[in-house]
């Protein structure tokens, strides 16, 4: 439509209140709201399991194993997150979304999981505290949102401690990345070399170093959108408190 023909529609139609956009039905919010509960109560678990390990131990050296199970099991729930994109449920990229939550369960299961010398690496705990922290106070906003009962609190969090907490995920996935770059050479762990009937070949631990040099230009990115959107959703509260 020409920019006349939208001008001509817009006032013919000048009494029509804009339409509103539509939120998700009754069921699919009850089901998205039971989702995100379900979420936030499972990375509470993860948490508190930190926790009382460390007190039980002293020490935070292999913490990990003592959230392994919970940890695969909630991160890999996350990628019902993309098939909510899909459905059209959440107003959110396919794309967007399917590459946040892949990278976790990439680096849950193909890396983590697969290369278990790094388990005892302290960068693992770098990210899962990192990881743990955040989805607590992603889901709990998801949660309140779709309530519509967001407290302050809440919003600040979601808009401030990722402030810290993405540099240090990214430190810790980076170095565990890193980690498992040995043993991954040492073993071929899913590579597949030539010779052989499908005359394909891969090697993981390339693909590892192209999954690290990838962060360079995404990092950023992401990183600096997230901060757009904190001075987007906390500007005006800001300016209202200045005010008062």
């Given at each position: 439509?020409?920019?006349?023909?939208?001008?001509?529609?817009?006032?013919?139609?000048?009494?029509?209140?804009?339409?509103?956009?539509?939120?998700?039905?009754?069921?699919?919010?009850?089901?998205?709201?039971?989702?995100?509960?379900?979420?936030?109560?499972?990375?509470?678990?993860?948490?508190?399991?930190?926790?009382?390990?460390?007190?039980?131990?002293?020490?935070?050296?292999?913490?990990?194993?003592?959230?392994?199970?919970?940890?695969?099991?909630?991160?890999?729930?996350?990628?019902?997150?993309?098939?909510?994109?899909?459905?059209?449920?959440?107003?959110?990229?396919?794309?967007?979304?399917?590459?946040?939550?892949?990278?976790?369960?990439f680096l849950t299961w193909a890396v983590t999981h697969s290369v278990r010398e790094v388990q005892s690496e302290d960068s693992v705990l770098l990210f899962v505290t990192a990881w743990t922290v955040t989805e607590i106070i992603r889901y709990s906003f998801y949660t309140f949102s779709l309530l519509n009962h967001l407290p302050y609190l809440i919003k600040w969090a979601r808009y401030t401690f990722f402030i810290v907490?993405?540099?240090?995920?990214?430190?810790?996935?980076?170095?565990?990345?890193?980690?498992?770059?040995?043993?991954?050479?040492?073993?071929?762990?899913?590579?597949?070399?030539?010779?052989?009937?499908?005359?394909?070949?891969?090697?993981?631990?390339?693909?590892?170093?192209?999954?690290?040099?990838?962060?360079?230009?995404?990092?950023?990115?992401?990183?600096?959108?997230?901060?757009?959107?904190?001075?987007?959703?906390?500007?005006?509260?800001?300016?209202?408190?200045?005010?008062?």
């Open positions: 439509m020409s920019a006349a023909a939208q001008g001509t529609s817009k006032a013919a139609h000048g009494d029509v209140a804009p339409k509103k956009k539509k939120g998700p039905g009754a069921l699919a919010t009850a089901y998205l709201v039971i989702y995100n509960v379900v979420m936030t109560a499972g990375w509470l678990v993860i948490a508190v399991g930190l926790v009382r390990a460390y007190l039980a131990r002293g020490s935070y050296h292999g913490l990990y194993y003592s959230i392994e199970k919970p940890l695969k099991f909630f991160q890999t729930g996350a990628l019902l997150e993309v098939l909510h994109c899909a459905v059209g449920i959440v107003p959110s990229s396919v794309v967007l979304t399917g590459f946040q939550v892949m990278s976790r369960v907490l993405y540099p240090m995920g990214v430190s810790g996935e980076l170095l565990t990345i890193y980690a498992a770059l040995p043993y991954v050479q040492k073993t071929g762990l899913y590579s597949v070399t030539l010779p052989n009937k499908y005359n394909f070949s891969f090697d993981y631990y390339t693909f590892l170093i192209l999954v690290m040099i990838s962060y360079i230009p995404l990092f950023p990115q992401l990183y600096f959108h997230m901060m757009r959107q904190r001075k987007k959703v906390l500007g005006h509260a800001d300016d209202y408190s200045k005010v008062e």
